[in-house]
T-cell receptor
Framework: QKEVEQNSGPLSVPEGAIASLNCTYS??????FFWYRQYSGKSPELIMF????GDKEDGRFTAQLNKASQYVSLLIRDSQPSDSATYLC???????????FGGGTRLMVKP | GAGVSQSPSNKVTEKGKDVELRCDPI?????LYWYRQSLGQGLEFLIY????????KSGLPSDRFSAERTGGSVSTLTIQRTQQEDSAVYLC??????????????FGPGTRLTVL
């Protein structure tokens, strides 16, 4: 079992819809959770991080964390074609400072 | 201020040659990380530097890989006797303090390495 799992997609949503991206992780000691966006041929850029259970909102983005279920998600409201990218979930655990990444979910927002 | 910079942006080399990849972290960031991303794959941790502490080398795939960080700033990742499976994008990231579980990593543009 991979340490951080994401559905590879592609996830296709129409413009203006809500995109829901999901991630599960195996290490219960994980402390912090990050969502990165990666456009094709580019490096990952940070969208949000979340440390505590519950929801965290930033503009059109909401991260949701449920440590009991070992589940973290990213909601993108009013999806735009420019949101089309691969979204990487990353987890930082107690063992060290490196991030463990999921394989990414490719999101396609269709006009 | 300036972000993480990496050089070269692209490197093509022949199998068996050594290569050096450079990373210049964000000014003031004490932690520096190397990852690699193979085609269609997720990011794989390689090595982590925090200040003057001994680096965490737990992700290095073989003894052909090494890295150093001089003066607590610039880092060089060296791959000796390159193999075709080393072909990947090598990404460097830095963070402010490297505090476990609470720090945000910012990535550079990467170096695309192709081993022929």
């Amino acid at each position: 079992q991979k340490e951080v799992e994401q559905n590879s997609g592609p996830l296709s949503v129409p413009e203006g819809a809500i995109a829901s991206l999901n991630c599960t992780y195996s290490d219960r000691g994980s402390q912090s959770f990050f969502w990165y966006r990666q456009y094709s041929g580019k490096s990952p850029e940070l969208i949000m991080f979340i440390y505590s259970n519950g929801d965290k909102e930033d503009g059109r983005f909401t991260a949701q964390l449920n440590k009991a279920s070992q589940y973290v998600s990213l909601l993108i409201r009013d999806s735009q074609p420019s949101d089309s990218a691969t979204y990487l979930c990353a987890v930082n655990n107690n063992a060290g400072n490196m991030l463990t990444f999921g394989g990414g979910t490719r999101l396609m927002v269709k006009p | 201020g300036a972000g993480v910079s990496q050089s070269p942006s692209n490197k093509v080399t022949e199998k068996g040659k050594d290569v050096e990849l450079r990373c210049d972290p964000i000014s003031g960031h004490t932690a520096l990380y190397w990852y690699r991303q193979s085609l269609g794959q997720g990011l794989e941790f390689l090595i982590y530097f925090q200040g003057n502490s001994a680096p965490d080398k737990s992700g290095l795939p073989s003894d052909r890989f090494s890295a150093e960080r001089t003066g607590g700033s610039v880092s060089t990742l060296t791959i000796q006797r390159t193999q075709q499976e080393d072909s990947a994008v090598y990404l460097c990231a830095s963070s402010l303090a490297g505090l476990a579980g609470t720090d945000t990593q910012y990535f550079g543009p990467g170096t695309r390495l192709t081993v022929l």
